[in-house]
């Protein structure tokens, strides 16, 4: 069986391990350069995560907390697509996200900004990709929120996401930013991303025709998975 080797990742579009803006990555970060090992057949072709998992419903995060109610804040219906390397679609791929709600507060026990819960809202959503490797979630868009990496410090609104791709050498962790969002000049995570035209590839454009009227505004953000024009990943995560 013979199975293509994916291409290096270019490394200067990735943020560094270690960047001093970013606090946290001074502790975290490992001293060396991960090593490069040869790609294996395992590692090219799987496995798959969590597709079974997904249910109706679980990609609309402003009803999905089974309360029955909506959740606070301004409505958004976010869609894109994945690509590979080779911008071919990518069908059938879990995406999992997560963000604060309208707030700026998760819904986790370590967050202890004091700002309001939202009962209705749970902050995490999962949808597959279709056979054109698109991809739909509505949800709500998420609040600035301090976080004492430096004085005044407050991050940008955000959403994170996760894909498994098709194996584990297209795994993405990352986060993707809003257009005209005063915060993100000032953000030591997004900045820690050394490429201009990189750190433009987390921002998603407005897309006023997937905007609906008197209901909710439209956003589209794309994902490539490999190649010169892979989506920036956090760091420590290949």
Not at 28 to 47: F, H, M, Y
Not at 110 to 123: K, M, R, S
Request: a neutral charge; aromatic letters at 10%.
């Amino acid at each position: 069986m013979e199975v293509r080797e994916y291409n290096p990742r270019d490394w200067k579009s990735h943020p560094p391990y270690r960047y001093e803006g970013y606090r946290s990555s001074l502790k975290r970060a490992p001293l060396k350069r991960l090593v490069r090992i040869k790609q294996t057949l395992s590692e090219i072709t799987g496995p798959l995560f969590g597709h079974e998992a997904v249910r109706p419903g679980d990609n609309d995060l402003t009803r999905n907390a089974g309360t029955g109610v909506e959740a606070m804040g301004e409505r958004l219906i976010i869609v894109g697509r994945v690509l590979d390397e080779d911008e071919r679609p990518v069908p059938n791929t879990l995406i999992e996200i997560w963000q604060a709600n309208a707030a700026g507060r998760y819904q986790h026990d370590a967050d202890q900004h004091d700002a309001p819960l939202d009962p209705n809202f749970i902050g995490a959503g999962r949808c597959m990709t279709n056979e054109k490797g698109e991809y739909r979630f509505v949800t709500i868009r998420p609040g600035a929120y301090p976080w004492l990496n430096h004085p005044n410090a407050w991050r940008p609104s955000h959403i994170h996401l996760s894909l498994f791709g098709p194996c584990f050498v297209t795994r993405l962790v990352t986060q993707f930013f809003f257009p005209g969002d005063p915060l993100l000049p000032l953000d030591p995570i997004l900045s820690s991303i050394p490429s201009k035209k990189a750190r433009e590839r987390l921002i998603a454009s407005y897309a006023h025709d997937v905007t609906e009227p008197e209901w909710a505004l439209g956003y589209r953000f794309d994902i490539v998975l490999r190649g010169r024009r892979q989506t920036p990943f956090e760091e420590g995560r290949p």
